[in-house]
């Protein structure tokens, strides 16, 4: 029952003033981290990947840490680059913003990466680590760039998944097809 489980990291501390990449998570995620972990045990994982921001690091480390298993930090499983993008406090703006990320993925619309750039970097990172391991693999990384590998390789629509994202959420693939077999 060898699987990709995609996870979305657990609830950062948001600070206005740092880039995303840098938030760090906060007290309340250990315990919807514990709980997602819990819902992972019957995938049996065999090692966690993680992006290298804070946010993922820590959740990885969490899951890892439920199951015995080592991690690895991946820069190319980083969430959209967007560093000089501007924090956006205003959630009607904000996913107006990244509806145009997934609508014009070839256009730089937000941040230092088109759509298409951070699934290529992503998708080509996770390819690398599937061909070195063959059981249950798990990658944390961010809302965006998960949606942008799930509307490519499993067909679902990458702006109305986004807006059903959990903090922390996972999807669990087949690993030959990357057909959604299950949310967590």
């Known amino acids: 029952m ?7 990291h657990a609830q950062p501390v948001i600070d206005a003033s740092a880039p ?5 998570l906060a007290p309340e995620a250990r ?10 045990a019957p995938y049996a994982p065999q090692i966690v990947l993680a992006g290298t921001e804070p946010k993922m690091e820590g959740t990885a480390a969490m899951i890892a ?11 190319g499983l980083a969430e ?16 107006a913003t990244i509806q145009s990320l997934f609508e014009r993925p070839g256009e730089l619309v937000f941040g230092e990466e088109t759509a298409d750039q951070t699934y290529a970097r992503f998708a080509r ?3 690398a680590e599937l061909d070195k391991h063959t059981g249950t693999v798990v990658a944390v990384s961010g809302g965006t760039a ?15 998944t986004w807006k059903t994202l959990r903090l922390p959420m ?10 959604i077999k299950r949310t967590l």
């Open 31 to 40: 315990d919807a981290t514990r709980a997602l972990s819990d819902a992972l």
């Open 125 to 127: 990172t996770l390819d």
């Open 170 to 179: 996972a999807f669990a693939l087949d690993r030959s097809t990357f057909a």
């Open 2 to 8: 060898s699987k990709l489980i995609l996870v979305r």
């Open 146 to 160: 998960i949606c942008l590998f799930l509307s490519r390789r499993s067909g679902v629509d990458a702006f109305m």
């Open 65 to 75: 840490e439920r199951f015995g298993i080592a991690t690895e930090r991946l820069p």
């Open 80 to 95: 959209h680059q967007r560093r000089t993008g501007k924090f956006v406090n205003d959630t009607a703006a904000f996913e």
């Open 20 to 24: 995303s990449e840098r938030w760090v």
